[in-house]
Each structure stands twice: as structure tokens, then as C-alpha cells.
């Protein structure tokens, strides 16, 4: 029982973060290649990019995000009785 919750916790966590590092990913690359073309070395060009693109991630996919954790959170709470032997 103790696994099989791990085993989903690991799963929802996944989930969860795999939109924002995708594109955090893509748009690093995305600058580096800039950066290597252009060879402007500046920290913040590669910074404000990502930060910009996780906040516009996090809105577009916010209703995901919570629904999933709504459901796991939901999911675990009805199994605790079964888990204390109620």
C-alpha cells in the first residue's frame, strides 16, 4: 500500500513538473544557440527568457497542474482509511 502511494506521489510529481522543465529546456537551448551566434555572454538574456516562459507556462497550464494535484490529494484521502485499518 506504502509503495503503490509512493509510486503515485513520484508519478503526480512528474506530471507536474515535466511542462515547465520541457519548456525551460527548449527555450534554454533556444538562448545558448543565440548566445553561442551572437557571442553575447550575459547572464540575465538567459534568465529573464526561461522566467518569462515559466510564468506563461504556469498560467496556460495552471488548471492542469491543480486538477491533477486535486485528484491525487482526493485519491489519498479516501484511501487513509483503508490504510489505518478502518
Known sequence: ????????GI??????AAPALAVILVVGLLVS??????QINEMTLSFIPKLVCLLI??????HYLIGTMVTY?????????????G
Open 1 to 8: 500500500m506504502v509503495m503503490s502511494l509512493m509510486n503515485g
Open 11 to 16: 508519478v503526480v510529481a512528474v506530471k507536474l
Open 33 to 38: 544557440m543565440l548566445q553561442s551566434a551572437t
Open 57 to 62: 507556462v504556469l498560467v496556460v497550464c495552471g
Open 73 to 85: 490529494m482526493r485519491e489519498l484521502y479516501m484511501s487513509l482509511p483503508s490504510m489505518i485499518g
